[in-house]
């Protein structure tokens, strides 16, 4: 029996595994080329226009055709716009994108949004979150696809090594929209037979890329220094300038009164000129004017009235200052001269205890002598009773 023939999945995964083999010889002669340039790489760059052509085919493979009022639609722009979504750090490629008006088709968009993620190194980063949720892919690929199979992985994979390359790539002037993308394969040849002539100078082409890398890297780190100073100038700035708008309705309101007044006077007199158009569009700038002096107006009497509030909170704090002030020193003169009165009568109180010691001292030696007085006595009146008992004997 003859062998069955191949389904359409057996082509779909041989388209898978093609491209997938084109993808990789696509970036590898990308970065060489872009390394032994040693320069920014720009748009007209033959391997870069080929990775694009690739990656495009990569992208359009299994895609869904949507049918709309224009007829069919088979854009690979649609799942790119998922990534806005789903990474808001995309949001400025997809407002970049939407603000080049020379870009007419989805297919343009979709080639300007490559070209942009790429500028930016994140080209890997958006592809893998759109791997990562491949449930929404699903409403734009086919089950079959490359984006829905194994490839899509490994390709995201090796885009991540464009990361060492720089692309400066001008979107104005460009015609995305029309451009027809075909896969030039004698470079892919040319690379082949010169594999084998190269292959002697493969250890200096490594050193030549590690160096490449590190002044890369190097300048990398300068950038982000300055990109950082002058986030802090520009914030710095911000706020000086936030403060200066809070204080400027305060600072001109004068003025601001003053222009409404010559608002009205230069309108009255062009009216009476006989040049009434000018009038009313004197008259329209006022109205769109108005609001803003009218706020301003609010804003000074609401200003007004908190410094007003605030002179007279600290009016009365400093008039209970003063009253405190004056009472601490009426209670400290009042406790000096109790201090002083105290002092007096603490010396008259050593006066008189020292008196009081000498009178004692004094009613002691009187005591004293009295009591020897006493004793004499009773020694003499002991005798004469004495004498009196020998006498009646």
């Avoid at 088979?74 to 997809?94: M, N, Q, R, W």
């Avoid at 829905?148 to 979107?171: F, K, R, S, T, Y």
Wanted: net charge negative; aromatic share 6%.
């Amino acid at each position: 029996p003859s062998p069955p023939r191949p389904g359409a999945r057996y082509h779909a995964m041989e388209e898978r595994a093609n491209l997938m083999n084109m993808m990789k010889l696509s970036i590898k002669i990308l970065i060489q080329s872009a390394l032994s340039l040693g320069r920014t790489l720009d748009s007209d760059f033959p391997p870069l226009q080929q990775f694009f052509v690739v990656l495009e085919h990569c992208l359009k493979h299994g895609l869904k055709v949507k049918k709309t009022f224009m007829g069919q639609n088979k854009s690979f722009f649609g799942p790119l716009e998922l990534v806005e979504k789903l990474c808001p750090e995309a949001s400025d490629i997809a407002t970049s994108v939407k603000n080049l008006p020379e870009l007419k088709t989805a297919v343009g968009r979709g080639r300007a949004w490559l070209y942009l993620a790429l500028m930016q190194k994140k080209l890997a980063d958006y592809l893998k979150v759109l791997l990562d949720h491949k449930h929404l892919l699903s409403e734009f690929y086919e089950p079959d696809a490359l984006m829905m199979e194994e490839e899509g992985a490994v390709i995201v994979g090796l885009l991540v090594g464009l990361n060492v390359i720089d692309a400066n790539l001008c979107l104005k002037g460009e015609d995305l929209d029309s451009q027809v993308g075909v896969i030039d394969f004698s470079l892919y040849l040319k690379e082949t037979q010169d594999s084998d002539g190269k292959q002697d100078g493969g250890i200096t082409a490594v050193l030549d890329q590690k160096h490449y890398v590190e002044e890369l890297n190097r300048h990398l780190s300068c950038t982000v220094a300055d990109l950082q100073n002058k986030i802090d100038c520009l914030e710095k700035t911000n706020s000086k300038l936030q403060e200066e708008v809070c204080i400027w309705p305060v600072k001109n309101f004068s003025y601001v009164l003053l222009e409404s007044e010559f608002f009205w006077e230069v309108a009255v007199r062009y009216c009476l000129g006989g040049m009434p158009g000018l009038c009313m569009g004197l008259c329209g700038v006022w109205k769109c004017l108005s609001p803003t002096f009218d706020y301003i107006a609010v804003t000074r009497k609401s200003l007004c009235k908190e410094l007003e509030k605030e002179l007279e909170l600290q009016i009365g704090m400093k008039t209970e200052m003063e009253i405190a002030m004056k009472l601490l020193e009426k209670d400290t003169h009042e406790k000096q001269d109790t201090l002083v009165a105290l002092r007096q009568q603490l010396e008259e109180v050593k006066a008189i205890n020292l008196q009081m010691f000498h009178k004692s001292q004094n009613a002691e030696c009187s005591l004293q002598q009295k009591t020897e007085a006493i004793s004499s006595f009773e020694g003499k009146t002991n005798e004469m009773l004495s004498s009196m008992k020998q006498m009646e004997e």
